[in-house]
C-alpha cells in the first residue's frame, strides 16, 4: 500500500506546483481537468480493480504531462521552445507528447482491463480493439476541444494550441495512435507479464 501513497503524493504534489501561478487559470482548468477526474475514477474503483503499479505509474507520468502543460499552456513550455530554437522548428511540439501520452496510456489501461476481464482472448484481436478504443478516446478529446472552442472563443486558443497548424487535429489524432502501437510493441509482453504475477 505504499507505494501506492507514493504515487498519491506525487500527483496531488505536481498538482499543486502547476497550480501556483500558470499563465492562465482558465486554461489550466482545462487541462489538468481529466487528470482530476481520473484520479478520483481510480481512488473510487481502486477496491474493485486495482490496475498494476506498473499502469499506476504511466498514469502518473500522463498526470504530470497534463500538468505541466496546463501550467504553461502546451504551446510555451520552455524546455519545448528551447527545443523549437535549437532544432529550426516553426511551433513549440509538447503538446505532440501529450497526445502520444494519450494515446500510450489509454493504451495500457485498456489492455489491461481486456486482459483481466477475459475480454479478448486473441492477442491479435486484443491489439485491434486496444488501438481502435485510444483512437476513438482521441477523437472524442479533439470533439471536447472543438466544443470548448466553439462555446469560449478567443479564450480557448490557448487550450487548443494549435499555434496556426491547421493540420493540428489531424496530427494530434496520429499521435495518440502511434502513442498506442508503440505501447503494445514497446511494453506489451511486459505488461502481459506484469498482469499475470500480480
Not at 481502435?132 to 469560449?152: D, K, Q, R
Amino acid at each position: 500500500m505504499k507505494k501506492y501513497i507514493f504515487l498519491i503524493i506525487l500527483f496531488i504534489s505536481t498538482f499543486i506546483l502547476s497550480a501556483i501561478n500558470p499563465k492562465d487559470y482558465f486554461t489550466w482548468m482545462l487541462e489538468v481537468f481529466p487528470a482530476v477526474i481520473g484520479f478520483i475514477l481510480l481512488i473510487f474503483t481502486f477496491k474493485k480493480f486495482q490496475f498494476t503499479y506498473l499502469t499506476y505509474v504511466f498514469i502518473l507520468i500522463h498526470c504530470i504531462i497534463l500538468f505541466v502543460g496546463g501550467h504553461y499552456t502546451y504551446a510555451e513550455v520552455p524546455l519545448f521552445d528551447w527545443i523549437k530554437d535549437i532544432f529550426h522548428q516553426d511551433r513549440n511540439n509538447y503538446d505532440k507528447i501529450g497526445h502520444f501520452a494519450q494515446g500510450f496510456v489509454p493504451a495500457m489501461i485498456t489492455r489491461e482491463i481486456l486482459i483481466r476481464k477475459n475480454i479478448v482472448s486473441s492477442n491479435n484481436w486484443l491489439s485491434v480493439f486496444t488501438v481502435s478504443i485510444c483512437m476513438s478516446i482521441s477523437v472524442l478529446y479533439e470533439f471536447l476541444e472543438w466544443g470548448v472552442a466553439l462555446g469560449t472563443g478567443e479564450s480557448a486558443d490557448a487550450f487548443l494550441g494549435s499555434q496556426g497548424d491547421v493540420w493540428d487535429t489531424q496530427a494530434d489524432m496520429l499521435y495518440a495512435t502511434i502513442g498506442a502501437i508503440c505501447m503494445i510493441l514497446l511494453l506489451g509482453k511486459i505488461q502481459r507479464k506484469t498482469i499475470l504475477n500480480s
